[in-house]
């Protein structure tokens, strides 16, 4: 029902900027809700941000006024904005999909997956 491919992860130094992109194909209309996650090496999966169809947009803490989450309706795309990167940002970033309005950055609420990009920022 839904496939989503991230790209435009990649290496950059510490202060660098990164725009991650998720294009989504799926099928069906209705409410939806899409968000990024990461997961560095040996750490659980954390939320990054989140975007609904009911207007509802937010970000983790430990990203607030770092990262922006938008999206492209015309091309079905999610994007994350990531500024002023930081080495811990290190990680593999996830996509995530879910029908309905979800405004919750929790794993357990998103059904479906990218395969992740990976994103390394050096000091």
């Known amino acids: 029902q839904v496939q989503l491919v991230e790209s435009g992860g990649g290496s950059v130094q510490a202060g660098g900027s990164l725009r991650l992109s998720c294009a989504a194909f799926?099928?069906?209309?209705?409410?939806?809700?899409m968000a990024w996650f990461r997961q560095a090496p040996g750490k659980e999966r954390e939320g990054v941000a989140v975007?609904?169809?009911?207007?509802?947009?937010s970000v983790a803490d430990s990203v607030k006024g770092r990262f922006t989450i938008s999206q492209d309706n015309a091309k079905n795309t999610l994007y994350l904005q990531m500024n002023s990167l930081k080495p811990e940002d290190t990680a593999m970033y996830y996509c995530?999909?879910?029908?309905?309005?979800?405004?919750?950055?929790?794993?357990?609420?998103?059904?479906?997956w990218g395969q992740g990009t990976q994103v390394t920022v050096s000091s």
């Open positions: 995530a999909f879910a029908f309905g309005c979800v405004a919750t950055i929790q794993k357990y609420a998103y059904s479906y």
């Open positions: 975007l609904n169809s009911c207007d509802h947009t």
């Open positions: 799926r099928y069906g209309v209705g409410s939806y809700s």
